[in-house]
């Protein structure tokens, strides 16, 4: 004879299973919110002493700057002008809530005035870091940008060689030309225009070059000292090409090989910063 089928028996079945499986299921939400947890707080800490040692960086340069008495050049006003806007960004976002391309932004800021003061003490002092920083490589952001500019960027890497007496004079002359076209490209004046009637215009009518990077920077929301900053920094990039305009290296020159290679960083990392800053909403990290 079969057994006598109990209702009840199956109900009290079927809670305990349903009961076991929200243990499971909570266990494992459990699980993997702790390792999200981890996980941004691991980021987080990475970020933060990346924040720190930026700023760190950036306090050794500016003394070891301040520790020089000699006169002050053109290209040593522009860094100074530079750290003094920089100061005022840093100020500004330390006290307020920031989106993750703002967040990009800054960090960019940052990372541009470390390689300021470092070019700064490099090429005036010979004060060589004890840190290397980083290369970037810039080809393929130039590339999305304009086939020319990435051509015109490969042909200055190939001036860039220490058996070229002239390798100081064709790379930066290269360089500038690269950094004119670039914003020009990403802030044409008609669009400057367009977008801002009222912008500050040069002495031949066209659109200034802060116009234009606060062209480039309209999707970001940022703060007018970001635009002031990224003004700054371009204007020290092509003071620095004013000094190694004329200069050979080695023997014949003023400046050794190892200061053009600090000079390529500099370019590189500006670069880098432009496009950044020209990428607006469509920022990649």
Same mark, same amino acid.
Request: hydrophobic share 35%; glycine share 4%; proline share 2%.
């Given at each position: ?72 050049? #053109? ?19 330390? #006290? ?38 980083? *290369? ?11 086939? *020319? ?81 990224? #003004?700054? *920094? ?52």
């Amino acid at each position: 004879m079969p057994p006598r089928f109990n209702m009840s028996q199956l109900k009290s079945q079927m809670r305990q299973a349903q009961r076991k499986a929200e243990r499971q299921m909570q266990s494992e939400i459990n699980r993997a919110t702790r390792k999200y947890e981890n996980e941004m707080n691991r980021e987080r800490q990475k970020y933060n002493a990346a924040v720190r040692h930026n700023q760190q960086l950036i306090n050794c340069e500016i003394d070891k700057l301040k520790s020089h008495t000699t006169a002050q050049s #053109d290209y040593l006003a522009s860094i100074y002008a530079m750290y003094r806007l920089y100061t005022i960004v840093r100020n500004f976002y330390t #006290d307020n809530n920031i989106t993750s391309e703002q967040d990009y932004i800054i960090n960019l800021v940052e990372q541009e005035q470390v390689n300021g003061l470092i070019t700064a003490n490099v090429v005036e002092y010979r004060d060589f870091p004890t840190e290397s920083i980083k *290369d970037e490589e810039i080809g393929d952001e130039l590339l999305l940008v304009s086939k *020319d500019l990435y051509n015109r960027w490969q042909g200055a890497i190939y001036a860039l060689n220490p058996l070229n007496p002239d390798a100081a004079r064709h790379f930066c002359t290269s360089v500038r030309e690269i950094f004119t076209d670039f914003i020009e490209s990403k802030a044409p004046d008609a669009e400057v225009f367009a977008y801002k009637p009222d912008a500050e215009r040069t002495k031949q009518g066209n659109a200034t070059r802060k116009e234009k990077i606060r062209y480039m920077m309209r999707d970001l929301e940022m703060e007018d000292c970001v635009v002031d900053f990224a #003004d700054a *920094d371009i204007q020290n990039i092509l003071e620095l090409f004013f000094i190694f305009n004329g200069a050979t290296h080695g023997e014949a020159g003023k400046y050794e090989f190892a200061a053009l290679l600090q000079v390529k960083k500099r370019v590189e990392q500006g670069i880098h910063f432009l496009c950044g800053i020209s990428a607006g909403k469509e920022i990649k990290r």
